[in-house]
């Protein structure tokens, strides 16, 4: 078997902000290979630097020092190809757009005809259990059906990269719950490779293929986690000794990295 090609390959990264403060060190040192198709979760505390991360991969920042690839591209030139979708902490959805309107906002900007335009509306409301709320507005929708119309519109125009933010974390646990077990059976479906921001141990064992733990002051990776559970998962997985195994050392790491002085 062959080792999947890499979509992110990121190098001795750093990045640092200049503020009235003095420098903040998010970034230090970062090295990270993510596969195609992986699950990657982002977990540590705040101020750790999940989202800088994130956000150097989309482009929407520029690392002061290192190196990133990504689908063998500049992430700027990743950009401008659009090679990915984000999925930001609150749904972002124009109230004054129906859901169907939101989700064809990416495709109107990138000029796809009507047609075209109807279809993938069609068959990405299908995909996140949307289908027949299409003409409803976002305020008439629950948080969690909220963020599914998010993830819609992030993978209308098909990107193979799914990068999100936290997305769930705003919603209860039972919501959050269900919502993992969608995401992973589109994963499945979808085959994309996700970078996934969260602050939430089970969430990132249940989700992940790959667990990176970040600490803070500087942000830096503490440790990388390979896991060894089944692609397909349901949630009973939790029960398991081998996902407690795995929430251990994520929760080993977190208290490591973690300064109690904040
Ligand atoms: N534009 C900016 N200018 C200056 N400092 C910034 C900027 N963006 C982030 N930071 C700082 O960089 C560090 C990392 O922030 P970041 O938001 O990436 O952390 P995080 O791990 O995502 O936190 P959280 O879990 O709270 O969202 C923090 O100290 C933050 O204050």
Known sequence: MTAPARVIDIENLSLTFQTNDGPVHALSDID???????????????????????????????????????????????RAKRAYGYVFQAAALYPWRTIADN???????????????????????????????????????????????????????????????????????????????????????????????????????????KIVVLCPRPGRIYDVIESDLPRERTLDIRETPEFLKIAHRVREGLRAGHSYDD
């Open 103 to 209: 989700i064809a906002l990416p495709l109107e900007i990138m000029g796809f005809a009507k047609g075209e335009r109807e279809e993938r509306i069609r068959r990405n409301m299908e995909l996140v259990n949307l289908a027949g709320f299409e003409r409803k507005y976002p305020w008439q929708l629950s948080g969690g059906m909220q963020q599914r119309a998010s993830i819609a519109r992030a993978l209308s125009f098909d990107p193979d990269l799914l990068l999100m933010d936290e997305p769930f974390g705003a919603l209860d646990e039972i919501v959050r719950d269900h919502l993992n077990e969608q995401l992973l059976k589109l994963w499945a479906k979808t085959r994309k490779t996700v970078v996934f921001v969260t602050h939430s141990i089970p969430e990132a064992v249940f989700l992940s293929t």
């Open 32 to 78: 990270l290979a993510i596969g195609e198709g992986d699950f990657v979760s982002l977990i540590g505390p705040s101020g750790c630097g999940k989202t800088t991360l994130l956000r150097v991969i989309a482009d929407l920042e520029v690392p002061t020092g290192g190196s990133i690839s990504v689908n063998g591209m500049t992430p700027s030139q990743a």
